[in-house]
């Protein structure tokens, strides 16, 4: 049995996360925002759904709600074996219109959110000499498609952390992948915000109408039968779960990959090939994949 926390258990993947690792008799401890407001019905679902998961109120834009949160799982459970950070917010549009609050709270969530949780679970994952986190990113984070400008910086900063991150604390015998799914119908459009300076996009004409229709096309296709399955996320953190340490990739690609798939085959040995441009490679070479 192991100690899971995944953040962003409310919905989508974090959801279906939570359910599969409990029916292997895991500990889930489940985190989301206002479990007992707006988020009530969630947490009956998942606590009705196996006595192995427990929702946590966690809100990973807070530090100290993180604090709170960690400090009372590692008092209850004495070790978290891995973390699973889920939480995510998308806004599709033109990008110059959307403002820099906007995009500076997508940041809050999809990065700076990740990076507290990390910082809050990794000192007890490095003193067992051990751990896994597994960051949820996008193909995004790996290319950048029109219309997803805020977005993607969002996912590409959370890229960038995790890898440096990943060789930094495989001398500890912690693991740190990413998990990078395509579209899926999960809901995380909806979720999204209108841009905030609408004179930006009425000086753009027709093409700020592209992005709504293209939101509408995504919606449909992906709630068509032939729409990728959410659930193969979940089988691919259930896969990283189960492998040893220093086999696992540093980046799985889940889905229509957009050539994604490709760009890693491509640039991984590259990278990892800066350990050893930099003498570090008896260090730190353990993280390479």
Not at 150 to 155: E, L, S, V
């Amino acid at each position: 049995m192991k100690n899971i926390i995944i953040t962003g258990s409310s919905s989508g993947f974090g959801l279906k996360a939570a359910k599969d690792f409990a029916d292997k008799g895991n500990q889930v401890f489940a985190t989301m925002r206002n479990p007992d407001g707006k988020n009530a019905e969630k947490k009956a679902e998942l606590e009705g759904h196996s006595t192995h998961i427990k929702v946590v109120d966690m809100d990973v834009t807070d530090e100290a709600s993180i604090k709170n949160a960690i400090d009372g799982i590692i008092a209850e459970v004495g070790n978290i074996d891995i973390l699973i950070n889920n939480a995510g917010i998308m806004y599709l549009g033109i990008t110059e219109a959307f403002s820099v609050e906007q995009a500076r709270f997508q940041m809050e969530t999809n990065y700076f959110g990740a990076i507290r949780v990390m910082q809050a679970v990794l000192p007890s994952m490095r003193k067992a000499g051990s751990g896994l986190i597994i960051n949820t990113s996008s193909l995004v984070g790996r290319m950048s498609p029109p219309f997803f400008g805020t977005y993607t910086a969002t996912k590409h900063a959370l890229e960038g952390y995790s890898q440096a991150l990943r060789y930094e604390v495989s001398p500890f015998g912690v693991d740190v992948v990413m998990v990078e799914p395509g579209p899926f119908g999960t809901g995380l459009l909806a979720s999204g915000q209108a841009p905030a300076h609408n004179d930006t996009l009425e000086s753009y004409g027709e093409l700020a109408g592209v992005p709504i229709a293209m939101g509408e096309n995504f919606a449909q296709m992906l709630q068509s039968e032939d729409a990728p399955d959410p659930q193969w996320v979940v089988d691919a953190y259930l896969k990283l779960a189960e492998m040893p340490f220093g086999e696992r990739p540093t980046r799985t690609v889940v889905g229509i990959t957009w050539g994604v798939d490709e760009i890693n085959q491509l640039t991984q040995p590259i990278q990892d090939n800066v350990l050893k441009e930099m003498q570090l490679d008896s260090v730190l070479g353990g993280a390479s994949a």
